[in-house]
């Protein structure tokens, strides 16, 4: 049985490079962070959710988590299980009559009943081995000074494919940490009014 370690949503990102929105996982008991690609409607229902939004009418992953329910299941956690040619698959894990049910999902629509039913997202270890970024490698990676085509992280260093995933996962947190440290600076600046501003309520 894999192991499955717990990530919370982090924030909710749009690429400068591509403009496709992306969900930020971070581990909850350590510094790694896991970038997954989704798309604007996906992106948009997560936030709802997460910002606690009412909407007049269900939407699709309301629905869905109400058909559990009412079915007499119970959803019990969200898994990340695997990821095969640079697509996460993941899991919807039911439990029904004291039986586990598993449903085949896509790692955004998971999340976004996930945060709607306030069930554990978690991951499997080898994803987060295979695919997280730890903030020092970001660091470490650009510093260096090396030919074209070198430098990258070297988990993925096996076919062209997972270098040019790496590498685009790796820009997209150079970007988010550099608007992270943008945004802290912000804060800092503002002073005592950081805490009664709308973006902090």
Same mark, same amino acid.
């Given at each position: 049985?894999?192991?499955?370690?717990?990530?919370?949503?982090?924030?909710?990102?749009v690429?400068?490079?591509?403009?496709q &929105?992306?969900?930020?996982?971070?581990?909850?008991?350590?510094?790694?962070?896991l970038?997954?690609? =989704?798309g +604007?409607y $996906?992106?948009?229902?997560?936030?709802?959710?997460?910002?606690e939004?009412?909407?007049s009418?269900?939407?699709?992953?309301d629905?869905?988590?109400?058909?559990?329910?009412?079915?007499?299941?119970?959803l019990t956690?969200?898994e990340?299980s695997?990821?095969?040619d640079d697509?996460?698959?993941?899991?919807?894990?039911?439990?029904?009559?004291?039986?586990?049910i598993?449903?085949?999902?896509r790692?955004?629509?998971?999340i976004?009943?996930?945060v &709607?039913a306030h069930v554990?997202i978690?991951v499997?270890?080898?994803?987060?081995?295979?695919a997280? =970024?730890i +903030?020092e $490698?970001?660091?470490?990676?650009?510093?260096?000074?090396s030919p074209?085509?070198?430098g990258k992280?070297?988990?993925?260093?096996?076919?062209?494919?997972k270098?040019?995933?790496?590498d685009?996962?790796?820009s997209?947190?150079e970007?988010?940490?550099?608007n992270?440290?943008e945004?802290?600076?912000?804060?800092?600046e503002?002073?005592?009014?950081?805490?009664?501003?709308p973006e902090n309520?």
């Amino acid at each position: 049985m894999q192991q499955l370690i717990e990530v919370k949503i982090d924030s909710l990102r749009v690429s400068l490079t591509n403009q496709q &929105r992306i969900v930020v996982l971070k581990q909850v008991d350590a510094d790694r962070f896991l970038p997954i690609w =989704i798309g +604007p409607y $996906e992106a948009e229902a997560i936030t709802i959710a997460l910002q606690e939004i009412e909407v007049s009418r269900p939407q699709t992953h309301d629905l869905l988590n109400s058909m559990i329910g009412q079915l007499g299941g119970r959803l019990t956690r969200v898994e990340i299980s695997a990821l095969k040619d640079d697509i996460f698959f993941g899991t919807l894990v039911i439990e029904k009559d004291g039986k586990e049910i598993e449903v085949d999902s896509r790692p955004s629509d998971a999340i976004a009943v996930a945060v &709607r039913a306030h069930v554990p997202i978690l991951v499997s270890s080898k994803v987060m081995d295979e695919a997280s =970024i730890i +903030p020092e $490698e970001i660091n470490e990676t650009s510093e260096e000074e090396s030919p074209a085509g070198e430098g990258k992280p070297s988990v993925e260093a096996e076919s062209d494919t997972k270098v040019s995933f790496d590498d685009e996962r790796l820009s997209i947190f150079e970007e988010y940490f550099k608007n992270k440290d943008e945004d802290d600076s912000g804060d800092e600046e503002k002073g005592s009014q950081t805490d009664d501003s709308p973006e902090n309520k």
